[in-house]
């Protein structure tokens, strides 16, 4: 039988509340993943009424548990809804505030910016909001640094995200978080959704209908995530597309929001991590194999993305061996 999971996850419903973003809390956070072995978190809906009016009175929810659900939240998703203007109930900021104060971990999408900041608990941090609403946002919560144009923000125990499909990058960058690279890879094969698209990345990206030949990323990104321990560098990627290097920036600026080094480093350390959490523990063959290069730069470019130090994402993530070897001692920093 798989395993419960102790980590409960809580989606706040308000009345006129964004079906799509539920919709994203529940694929990710909500499924059974039985190929797994074990059931990643346990998931609940609330809301504040017995039924309650979705966004533009599409349909009307029923049959969820009371706020009383979020009491015991580790992470609680708060509510988003388009009409930013109007206030949240005082039943919903409530239990928003005593999720914080307890400790959980709270999340807000799309417009759940507001529900935060009108909560009192993003005043001087930073967060992401759509950009629609981004003015609007600054007018009236001008204490909170909001970040235009990125796709998420991680501050820590508040996290938020742009809008719409950002939902899944910030609900897929959460399970990275909580369960390590490959268990996140997988979920994100189920979406038939990118692994991973930081936070950092721009929220407009440009698509235009390909020219003739066609400008598309697909197959030198393909080509170069199998060469990835090799010494590839920005000017070697823009020989293999054949384009300058100034032409290949404006294209993964246009397509993907970022720039060919970052993504370039991010898939480097996105195989560091899988290559840990399948049992290597020699952090110069991981290095080496990823294209980090040294075990120094591998300590500061997994501790600056994970916030863990080799050693500490092993035993958080890694293989059963790998986490008998470290209880041994054998294992290196």
Known sequence: MPQRSSH???????DNSNPFEMSCAIEIFGLARPELGRKLYDFRLCAAEP??????????????AGLEAAESADTLIVPNRPDTHVHRSQRVLDVVRRAHARGARLVGFCSGAFTLAEAGLLDGRRAACHWMWADAFRARFPRVRLEADVLFVDDGDILTASGSASALDLGLHLVRRDHGVEIANHVSRRLVFAAHRDGGQRQFVERPVPAVPDESLGPLLAWAQERLGEPLTVAGLAARAAVSPATLHRRFRTQLGTTPLAWLTGERVALACRLIERGEERLDVVAARSGLG????????LRRETGLSPSAYRKRFGAAPARTAAAGGSGGP
Not at 51 to 64: H, I, P, S, W
Not at 294 to 301: E, P
């Open 8 to 14: 409960r996850v809580v989606l706040v419903v308000d």
């Open 51 to 64: 039924a309650t009016r979705m966004r533009d009175g599409f349909f009307t929810l029923t049959g969820v």
């Open 294 to 301: 040294t075990a120094a730069n591998l300590r500061a470019r």
